[in-house]
T-cell receptor, first 110, second 115 residues
Framework: GDSVTQMEGPVTLSEEAFLTINCTYT??????LFWYVQYPGEGLQLLLK?????DKGSNKGFEATYRKETTSFHLEKGSVQVSDSAVYFC?????????FGTGTRLTVIP | DAGVIQSPRHEVTEMGQEVTLRCKPI?????LFWYRQTMMRGLELLIY????????DSGMPEDRFSAKMPNASFSTLKIQPSEPRDSAVYFC?????????????FGQGTRLTVV
């Protein structure tokens, strides 16, 4: 069945470090892919998305490229900030559903 | 649009009591999801509706949980009777699904504590 697998955390980085959070998906057909971010005490917010192969989603310095050949959608940021500390969720669409990964907690220390 | 609106934001109740969580999706959206989030189990899909019809409720933990969507602008999640292990943050989300391409928008969640 459809599913999403993402890198388990927690991840702790120093400010200005490079971030990668891995995400792979299993799907029948061609899903849309998303990264959501959850800040403490809040709901999930859409960070970026890609709707077809080779699309690159980007927002707030974060990027992810839809790789059909490797069924991946890894999240990257070149220089993280303390304000990026949050939980990040990878997600994939099904027929009428949305599948989430387990979430990766990122902590950025000054 | 005000986004997905959930109420209450916080709920503290005693074991055995009935709890009703409410959700108003974004106007025009035709899919609605209820999720539960805990430290131990992460984000779990409980049930989702498409055009007010429950499509998949396999994530509902047990018969104590029920969800309704009487119209396109309102949904409820009810727990009766509540138990301490139901303590979690419950999120409602809505989306406009047309070929499954669009993202879901989440409410702020209801933090439920059952004592």
């Amino acid at each position: 069945g459809d599913s999403v697998t993402q890198m388990e955390g927690p991840v702790t980085l120093s400010e200005e470090a490079f971030l990668t959070i891995n995400c792979t998906y299993t799907a029948t057909g061609y899903p849309s892919l998303f990264w959501y971010v959850q800040y403490p005490g809040e709901g999930l917010q859409l960070l970026l998305k890609a709707t077809k192969a080779d699309d690159k989603g980007s927002n707030k310095g974060f990027e992810a490229t839809y790789r059909k050949e490797t069924t991946s959608f890894h999240l990257e940021k070149g220089s993280v900030q303390v304000s990026d500390s949050a939980v990040y969720f990878c997600a994939s669409t099904g027929a009428n559903n949305l599948f989430f990964g387990t979430g990766t907690r990122l902590t950025v220390i000054p | 649009d005000a986004g997905v609106i959930q109420s209450p934001r916080h709920e503290v109740t005693e074991m055995g009591q009935e709890v009703t969580l409410r959700c108003k999706p974004i106007s025009g959206h035709n899919s609605l999801f209820w999720y539960r989030q805990t430290m131990m189990r992460g984000l779990e899909l409980l049930i989702y509706f498409n055009n007010n019809v429950p499509i998949d409720d396999s994530g509902m933990p047990e018969d104590r949980f029920s969800a309704k969507m009487p119209n396109a602008s309102f949904s409820t999640l009810k727990i009766q009777p509540s138990e301490p292990r139901d303590s979690a943050v419950y999120f409602c989300a809505s989306s406009l699904t047309g070929g499954g391409r669009t993202e879901a928008f989440f409410g702020q969640g209801t933090r439920l504590t059952v004592v």
